[in-house]
């Protein structure tokens, strides 16, 4: 069968790896980590793994939300971590899928998490978790870190947008907007279900999951809420960085409507005179006279003054 790595964890913070097919129990605590998206981690998962068969559909399910399942003394969980990857975009988060007990840890994948890559560096080292407890908080912990520079950067962005709004009128901004306001709400959509999971962790009574582990994990996820709290504030923001954007175009909008409808207020005498004077129709007034246009010019001056006049001392102009 094909798999990213199969390891035995020591207990001392290393761990070494073996063949899946030698795996026995007595060798110790097993993580196996696989692509689900391959045809032989399904056979293996419903032919070989002996777990529960809900795990194994929650294991091999193409799209998942964050959530907690407790099988007798066993955990099923997912989890979504931010991706970092190049060029990818920040709200499409990895999903990964935990099957863990005391014995076994089986984490399945379709695209890679560094959070998952830092565990098994750490393994390498002798570094990394001894036991299925500090295994699961481990994780839990590099998920939540990671996201913090995308939180805070989408912050930063959020904050420049604001000083740029109230620095000039530029309108360019609005599809950074949109972008920043798409981000924050599809993070929380994860984050959210994500909180309750982890929470649903240190309530439970899990033998293996002592109080210890279960206090880290309720610090880990106070700093969840406060991610959540952080994007309602970058989306609240943006917001009105957004209605303030709007008022603006409206209001650039009422000025040019304004000025044209005074523009057009003043030409429309004149344009009603010059058109009715230019008919070619006999006993046109001034034909004769060669004064006629002169006179006429001066008349509609005297128009236009009256109206700007009339205009000023309304306060229309």
Same mark, same amino acid.
């Given at each position: 069968m094909e798999y990213e790595h199969a390891l035995i964890l020591d207990k001392k913070g290393g761990a070494r790896e073996i063949s899946i097919e030698e795996y026995k129990e007595e060798m110790g605590l097993l993580w196996l980590h696989l692509d689900y998206s391959k045809s032989d981690t399904t056979q293996w998962l419903r032919n070989k793994s002996n777990i529960d068969s809900l795990a194994i559909d929650a294991?091999?399910? /193409?799209?998942?939300?964050?959530?907690?399942?407790?099988? /007798?003394?066993?955990?099923?969980?997912?989890?979504?971590g931010v991706n970092l990857h190049p060029n990818s975009d920040v709200e499409d988060m990895i999903s990964i899928r935990l099957f863990i007990n005391e014995n076994i840890i089986i984490s399945t994948k379709r695209r890679n998490l560094l959070s998952v890559k830092d565990i098994a560096d750490t393994l390498k080292v002798n570094k990394g978790p001894k036991n299925s407890s500090e295994f699961i908080v481990t994780l839990i912990n590099n998920l939540t870190s990671r996201m913090e520079n995308t939180i805070s950067e989408m912050e930063e962005r959020s904050s420049d947008l604001e000083e740029a709004m109230l620095d000039s009128n530029n309108f360019e901004?609005?599809?950074?907007?949109?972008?920043?306001?798409?981000? $924050? @709400?599809?993070?929380?959509r994860y984050l959210s279900p994500q909180k309750? $999971? @982890?929470?649903?962790?240190?309530y439970e009574k899990i033998s293996w999951l002592d109080d210890y582990k279960k206090n880290q994990l309720r610090e880990i996820n106070d700093q969840v809420i406060r991610y959540i709290e952080e994007l309602d504030s970058i989306k609240?923001?943006?917001?009105?960085?957004?209605?303030?954007?709007?008022n603006k175009l409206n209001e650039q909008m009422n000025l040019r409507m304004y000025v044209?409808?005074?523009?057009? $207020?003043? !030409?429309?005498?004149?344009? !009603?005179?010059?058109?009715?004077?230019? @008919?070619?129709?006999?006993?046109?007034?001034?034909?004769?006279?060669k004064n006629a246009f002169l006179i006429f010019s001066i008349f509609l001056i005297v128009i236009v003054s009256i109206q700007l006049y009339v205009f000023k001392k309304k306060k229309w102009i």
């Open positions: 294991l091999l399910t /193409e799209e998942t939300r964050p959530r907690t399942i407790i099988l /007798e003394d066993s955990i099923l969980l997912a989890l979504r901004k609005r599809t950074e907007i949109s972008t920043i306001r798409k981000e $924050a @709400i599809s993070l929380r309750d $999971a @982890i929470s649903k962790l240190y609240d923001r943006v917001t009105l960085t957004q209605e303030e954007l709007s044209l409808s005074v523009i057009s $207020a003043i !030409f429309l005498p004149i344009g !009603f005179l010059t058109g009715l004077l230019g @008919i070619n129709v006999g006993g046109m007034p001034g034909v004769e006279n």
